[in-house]
């Protein structure tokens, strides 16, 4: 058995002496692991780094094998991420939601098409966190946790201004349609709804909504655990940036 494609490598693990069990994310293979030979050394090491991109070829003996990959650089992302700390914690939390909440071996195309087009952005520091929101967007959406922000749930297409999401269905409500009910919604702020640029603050109160439905339905539901704390972490330095 044996495939070849690109990816991006989510994590890297020494394995024995010398070798390194791997991670990669593939558009045709999805979040695939397989052993380096030689992963471990110190020629590797710039090459295994989270978030680079990869051309890989894996091999095995039978399919449910964990198997062997031969990697070759494509291009690195460690030095946009490695000279600023928000977005290293960005870095460290996308690897570390899509390790989480993606079932191995199952192909995400688009997803992935959306990864490698964030993970590129990460050199522009006032626009990979509005990026990073929609991301997260896609991501509930794939798995099946979408929300659906195109009209008010309660009025339907003749309510324009939406201004709530419910916590339970995912679904947009005008503020007429929401009435006495305004304090159990979350609040839908507006670059959730695909806007190109917004202030840290703003970014922050769409993180909000995005994590409550992943910390609320989509941990619970494919992991029965909570969130990787990356994600805390990376917001964590957004709040601080946005103070200052």
């Known amino acids: 058995m044996e495939w070849r494609d690109q990816g991006i490598l989510l994590s890297s693990q020494t394995h024995g002496e010398s070798a390194a069990i791997i991670e990669v994310l593939t558009p045709e293979h999805g979040r695939h692991a397989g052993v380096v030979r030689g992963g471990a050394s ?8 989270p978030g680079a ?13 964990i198997g062997t990959y031969s990697v ?3 291009r690195s992302r460690a ?13 460290n939390a996308i690897t570390a939601l899509l390790r989480f909440c993606l079932p191995e071996r199952e192909a ?12 590129d ?10 990026t990073y929101l929609h991301w997260e967007l896609a991501l509930l959406n794939e798995l099946g946790f979408g929300l659906d922000l195109t009209e008010c749930a309660v009025l339907g297409q003749g309510a324009n201004d939406l201004s709530f999401v419910s916590p339970r269905t995912g679904r947009a409500v005008s503020r007429a349609g929401a009435g006495q009910w305004a304090d159990r919604l979350l609040p839908l702020p507006e670059c959730l709804l695909m806007v190109t640029e917004a202030p840290d603050q703003d970014v922050l109160a769409g993180l909000a909504v995005t994590g409550h439905f992943l910390h609320h339905h989509m941990a619970p539901e494919l992991a029965g655990k909570p969130l990787p ?3 805390r972490r990376m917001i964590d330095r957004l709040a601080a940036r946005a103070s200052l």
């Open 53 to 65: 991109q990869l051309d890989v070829a894996w091999r095995a003996r039978l399919e449910d094998h």
């Open 108 to 119: 995400h195309p688009g997803l992935y098409s959306q990864t490698v087009t964030l993970l």
């Open 79 to 91: 030095a946009l991420t490695m000279s600023n700390r928000l977005a290293l914690s960005g870095l």
């Open 121 to 130: 952005m990460m050199q522009d520091m006032q626009l990979w966190p509005l």
């Open 42 to 49: 110190r020629r590797m090491a710039p090459v295994l780094q």
């Open 229 to 231: 704390d990356q994600r």
């Open 72 to 74: 070759e650089l494509i």
